[in-house]
């Protein structure tokens, strides 16, 4: 397979119905973004939605989230939400996202780019690593706000 990488520009049906099979697969605790949702990831300055279709014009087959944004130690990036579709696993479309992330963070002047990653997500750490990420010995702390009885945050 040859991911196609591009940038969303703008909403449509389309990707409405790509977050709704893709996202399930990544996370069930979090709500599917719908058309609102998607439009103001797309339209913030600080963050990059990416998307991989399965050759040129073909169907989107994953996606990832690039933050950037300056803090006062420089310009730092994160990769968010990276999801391929389990029928597409395997064959280099989340590699393609996260190359065209780097390249990208790059290019907005950050050092550096982070993500996290479930230990439990054994394919997804493997291309982390064959990516050239490097486990980082650090405390990643969380404080959920507003949690619901049962809602693991």
Do not use: C, H
């Amino acid at each position: 397979m040859s991911a196609a990488v591009g940038e969303v520009a703008e909403v449509d049906g389309e990707l409405v119905e790509a977050f709704a099979r893709l996202a399930p697969q990544l996370t069930r605790s979090a709500p599917v973004p719908g058309p609102d949702g998607l439009a103001e990831i797309v339209a913030s300055p600080a963050t990059r939605l990416l998307v991989a279709r399965d050759g040129p014009g073909g169907p989107i087959v994953g996606t990832l989230t690039l933050v950037v944004f300056r803090i006062p130690t420089g310009v730092r990036a994160w990769i968010e939400d990276v999801v391929t579709d389990e029928a597409a696993r395997g064959r280099g479309v989340g590699a393609a996202l996260v190359a065209r992330a780097v390249e990208l963070a790059a290019a907005a002047g950050a050092r550096t780019v982070d993500l996290t990653s479930r230990p439990e997500r054994e394919a997804a750490n493997r291309l982390y690593e064959r990516a050239g990420f490097v486990r980082r010995e650090t405390n990643v702390y969380r404080i959920v706000i507003g949690n619901k009885a049962g809602d693991p945050g």
